[in-house]
């Protein structure tokens, strides 16, 4: 079977979900969207107001703002890759993610994780990369001490390399900060680039 697939039969599981309480509240599942046979995967916090009356990540204002450094800095179109957060039912208010809610939902998470096998993870702000840093095995600080950075792991017999930036709601408080997520793009721009040139690992499928 391939990876779009399983993601379908996977999101058939997800929509059935009762593991935590925030199924009780939410308008819509927000499983994620894309394209799973893509190498690169971001991940964020939990859908929003936007996300999900619509059952899409990243559709509201963040969204906005990650889809045209995807498109402009990348030189991507957001269904050639793969996006979905760590929380798949919006918490009440958009309040943070409480750590039981994260343990109960993760498994979702980490079941994408071994059907796209994807080689370069993007993590957007603090919530998703401790999770995916401890998933593999790396010590997390902080999302400021970690942005902009490359981490390298071993798994599914390859290097997946790991970069985190902030999470592109944060923009939009901080507007200085807007620079910041724009650096971080660059960097991984740069690396799509090497390892395109170097063994193509990282093209996705048009």
Known sequence: MDKKKLIEELNKEIFNCNRCPLYLSKTNYVP??????????????????????KGKPFVGKAGKILEE????ILNL?????????????????????KEEEIKSCSIWLIKQLEIIK??????????????IFEYFGLKFESIMK????????????????????IHPASTLYHKDWRDLFDKDFYEIKKNIENENESSGILKYIK
Do not use: M, Q
Request: with cysteine; proline share 9%.
């Open 146 to 165: 970690h942005r902009g950075k490359v981490y390298e792991v071993k798994k599914w017999d390859k290097i997946v390399k790991i970069i985190p930036t």
């Open 32 to 53: 994620g969207d894309g394209n799973p046979e893509s190498n690169i995967l971001f991940i964020g916090e939990a859908p929003g107001r936007e996300e999900d009356i």
């Open 69 to 72: 450094n995807i498109n402009k």
């Open 77 to 97: 179109d957001r269904e050639k890759v793969f996006i979905t957060n760590v929380i798949k039912c919006r918490p009440p208010n958009n309040r943070d993610p």
């Open 118 to 131: 994807p080689s370069l993870i993007i993590t957007l702000g603090n919530h998703s990369t401790k999770f």
